[in-house]
């Protein structure tokens, strides 16, 4: 007899979105509701498998007798909440939000980000020529990954992904406050004297390309990187017994770089450094 | 978790430092030299681990002793306490106070915040810049809690023992020399000195600073001292909660909310242990109301924590206490360690079997550490980042467990309530904002200081006693996050409710009365500056806005009317997300004071 695992049934919280009902179980939260009844709320900082720090703010709904917007992404699902998505001070408040985000980094590698500065009508060159940017230099320090804080929106994604949330090492963490916090390791080292293991497992989160594998960044560089040219497949690493899955994307018959599906139940889209950058003998043709 | 240290070994000083706090390591697991037993035998990880409450503690040991946290001294320090270097570092650069590159032994703050401006904080800073040689760091600071006596300076020289020495009204040079020996700097005047009614018979909440020794417990008791607590404990919790309740008490920090309710939903969450933690980190620009009652009067808080924790069933609280109050921290660990040897603290307090402890934890430098779950993340040895909430800390707060937080003001009220009992201390004030109310009072008055009123008093009132000056342009209520109103607006009641019905807030209790001589657009980049410095940086609405704002602001300081139109508008647009959209009440009240400038004042017309 196969025994079917069944997850404890869950009480569903029912509650408005926009005006139409909406029935989630137990535990989601508004921003599972909204996708789920087809509402499109822009993320950054949200991940499918880390505990959402909500602090990039660009998910913001209103919510009826909250002095403040709220955050789509972490609040979860009240009985009788009223919820609304599309209301001016949402979008007033995420127009900002991107503007404020776009004047300060470099958005270039985030995906989506700018069909979202279109859809709010962002104009981030609004707070004049002189408004202060990162202006950060790439950190190339080894030849896996590099990092470019320039690009970084400060999501926490890496730091969580490096710590209790998917890898243990606590490697990376935020440093200074303000506007003059920065991603970094111990004393702001290069890399190569930090406790980072080379896993990849931030490079495999960050939204925005301020992580990236040494191979795309050059590619980009150069000009060659073109994800349109580029396949993915996804396979299993034939390193250890663990059995990760690995996704390939390939451009020009070349491994450019590796992912992990996040919806693996093995690895949840964690590899070892072996699986992730270890891919250069499979191109030895000689 | 893997750990990873670099090669940089602590000097003989700062492992010394370290190993004051914690004890000698008794392993080369955690920095001991390396025995044959260690190669076979570890030990020590997790409870290391449940000590990382220890690396703030730490790292002020290792700043005391040497100025600053050097790579060895903070991988030592990790090493011991098996926090991950990254993380401490993240920690280390977090404060203020801290430096992690090397400075000279000496610090000198020199406070350049609002109160302190009007009065000269920038001649003062520059002067002592000159006269100062490489050997002292001057550091211009955000309000230092001195305002009634500003301009205010305060020094820091590191060593064993750190000495410190506070200088205000400050000249050049007397900051000079408190900076260059601290130990001969003039004795700072009496905590009383900033109570300008003392002695008179209607203060409740002042009654005893300058009354009784702040040194001396049995003066304390032939005060009244503890008489709230054995009431407390004839009554029983439930009855303490009622009294407070009744009495109608809120919360005294801004936020308003009513103390018993708070208490009471602590006290029946089923998950334990339970906390109490008593919230001393004023840094709101223009307070220093606690600090004159810590100094002044230290053992009525130790005995308010001690109801608190009684009635919401708490058995350790924590004293979050700002690092720029020197002598309040003297003070209040005296008077802990003198109501721990009597009894009135400890296993069984008063000797009812009841148990309770206080420990106090220094903070270093960072106005957001007010903030209630920033506090307990900096308690608990994280960056000082506010929490998302809910969950509320009611339910979970220090270390995850059901945490009742107050402020110091709050908490003294409790006395009071209890000896006078609910109703006659309800009868005081109005109907719905009961009790009497400290006001911190500064700027362009002559008799600036700590008032007390009963709720009810209108502002003018207020600045009546203050002995407000002639051609008063503005009065900022309720600190930084607070707002302006103008000189005809001094019949707005100083209550809850009456403040809000004019538009305004009554805050903390900060009111700094500024006259025409002082130029507002620069005091409005100065409350703009300090909420750049002073976010956290997690979320975007602030991290950014902040930064816009007052580029925002710099560029109109010299323009009115229509050339500052368009960054007037522009500064709407950004305060409203802000407002909106920020994580925290920093964010959400960063530009309350400018926008009340520009609305009520004309600030730029
Ligand atoms: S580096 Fe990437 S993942 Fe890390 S905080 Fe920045 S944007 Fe987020
Ligand atoms: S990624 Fe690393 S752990 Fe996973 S199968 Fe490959 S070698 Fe093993
Ligand atoms: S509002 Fe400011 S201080 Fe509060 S969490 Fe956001 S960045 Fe930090
Ligand atoms: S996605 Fe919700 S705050 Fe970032
Ligand atoms: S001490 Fe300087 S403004 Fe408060």
């Known amino acids: ?286 | 978790m893997d750990l990873h240290f670099g090669d940089s070994k602590p000097t003989d000083d700062e492992r010394a430092a370290v190993d004051a706090l914690l004890g000698p390591p008794e392993s080369s697991w955690e920095g001991a030299d390396r025995s044959d037993a260690d190669l076979r035998w570890a030990r020590g990880g997790r409870e290391a681990r449940d000590r990382r409450d220890l690396l703030l503690p730490g790292l002020h040991a290792i700043n005391d002793r040497i100025g600053w946290i050097s790579e060895g001294a903070l991988d030592y320090l990790c090493r011991r306490l098996t926090v991950p270097p990254a993380e401490a570092y993240g920690v280390a650069t977090f404060y203020a106070m801290f430096s992690v590159k090397p400075r000279p032994a000496t610090v000198l703050h020199v406070c350049t915040d609002l109160a302190c401006a009007a009065a000269g904080a920038q001649e003062l800073s520059a002067g002592v810049e000159a006269g100062l040689g490489p050997g002292v760091h001057v550091e211009r600071s955000p309000c230092l809690g001195l305002c009634e006596r500003a301009p205010a300076a305060l020094a820091i020289k590191a060593g064993d023992p750190v000495r410190t020495a506070v200088c205000a009204p400050a000249t050049v040079r007397d900051a000079v020399l408190a900076a260059t020996s601290p130990d001969s700097a003039p004795e700072e005047p009496p905590a009383v000195m900033a109570v300008p009614q003392a002695g008179s018979p209607d203060l409740v909440l002042l009654r005893r600073v300058g009354v009784v020794d702040p040194s001396s417990l049995d003066d304390y008791r032939a005060h009244g001292g503890y008489t709230a607590l054995r009431r407390a404990f004839e009554l029983g919790p439930a009855g303490v909660i009622r009294e407070v309740t009744d009495s109608g008490l809120v919360g005294r920090g801004g936020a308003a909310f009513p103390t018993g309710r708070k208490w009471q939903a602590t006290a029946s969450q089923p998950d334990h242990p339970h906390y109490v933690v008593c919230n001393a980190d004023e840094s709101e620009p223009g307070t220093f109301k606690d600090r004159v009652l810590m100094e002044g009067d230290p053992y009525a808080l130790v005995e308010a924590m001690t109801v608190a924790a009684y009635a919401t069933g708490a058995h350790r609280g924590y004293l979050y206490l700002r690092g720029e109050y020197p002598r309040a921290l003297r003070r209040l660990e005296h008077a802990i360690a003198q109501a721990r040897a009597r009894g009135l603290l400890g296993d069984d307090v008063l000797g009812q079997g009841y148990a309770f402890d206080i420990e106090i934890r220094r903070g270093a430098g960072a106005y957001i550490c007010g903030e209630e779950t920033a506090l307990f993340n900096s308690i608990e040895g994280y960056r000082g980042e506010p929490r998302s909430k809910p969950p509320f800390p009611v339910e979970k707060g220090l270390f995850g467990k059901p945490t009742v937080e107050n402020n110091v003001e709050t908490l003294v009220n409790v006395l009071p309530i209890l000896t006078m009992g609910a109703p006659a201390y309800a009868a005081i004030g109005t109907a719905t904002s009961t009790g009497p109310k400290l006001f911190c009072v500064s700027g362009s008055v002559d008799r600036p200081g700590i008032y007390e009123l009963p709720f009810g008093a209108t502002l003018g009132e207020l600045l009546e006693l203050a002995g407000v000056r002639e051609r008063l342009r503005a009065v900022l209520l309720g600190g930084a996050a607070g707002g302006f109103v103008r000189p005809d607006e001094t019949d707005i009641p100083l209550t809850f409710e009456g403040t809000r019905a004019a538009g305004t807030t009554l805050g903390s209790g900060v009111v700094l009365a500024f006259d025409d001589t002082v130029p507002l657009p620069r005091l409005l980049l100065r409350i703009a500056e300090f909420f750049r410095d002073e976010s956290c940086g997690q979320c975007v609405p602030c991290r950014v806005g902040t930064v816009r704002q007052e580029e925002a602001l710099h560029r109109i300081v010299e323009r009115t009317g229509a050339a500052a139109a368009d960054d007037i508008a522009l500064l709407r647009e950004v305060g409203r997300a802000m407002r909106d959209a920020s994580i925290c009440g920093l964010g959400q009240t960063a530009w309350n004071a400018v926008e009340s400038a520009i609305d009520r004042l004309g600030a730029y017309e």
């Open chain 1, 1 to 286: 007899m196969t025994a079917i695992p069944l997850g404890v049934p869950r009480r569903l919280v029912e509650f408005t979105i926009d005006g139409e009902e909406a029935r989630v179980p137990e535990g989601s939260t508004v921003l599972d509701a909204c996708r789920a009844a087809g509402k499109d709320i822009p993320t950054l900082c949200h991940g499918d498998t880390l505990t959402p720090k909500n602090a990039c703010r660009v998910c913001m709904v209103e919510v009826e007798g909250s002095r403040t917007l709220v955050p789509a992404c972490s609040r979860k699902a009240e009985p009788g909440m009223t919820v609304r998505t599309d209301t001016e001070r949402a979008r007033h408040s995420r127009k900002l939000v991107l503007e404020l985000l776009a004047s300060s980094v470099d958005l270039s590698t985030t995906p989506q980000v700018a069909a979202w500065l279109k859809e709010y009508e962002a104009k981030p060159d609004r707070f004049g020529p002189e408004a202060a940017r990162l202006n950060e230099e790439p950190r190339i320090d080894n030849d896996l990954y590099v990092r470019d804080y320039d690009k970084c929106i400060l999501c926490y994604k890496c730091v969580d992904a490096c710590g209790d949330q998917w890898q243990n090492t606590f490697a990376i963490s935020v440093a200074g406050r303000g506007f003059d916090a920065r991603i970094a390791v111990e004393h702001d080292a290069p890399l190569t004297d930090s406790a980072c293991v080379y896993c990849g497992n931030c490079i495999e989160v960050c939204p925005t390309g301020a992580l990236s594998f040494k191979s795309e960044f050059d590619m980009r560089a150069a000009g060659t990187w073109d994800e349109s040219q580029q396949t993915q497949t996804t396979t299993v690493c034939a390193y250890c017994g663990v059995g990760c899955n690995l996704t390939l994307h390939v451009q020009d018959n070349e491994i450019v770089k590796v992912t992990s599906p996040h919806d693996n139940p093995v690895t949840h889209g964690n590899l070892c450094i072996k699986g992730r950058f270890g891919y250069q003998h499979v191109q030895n043709r000689g």
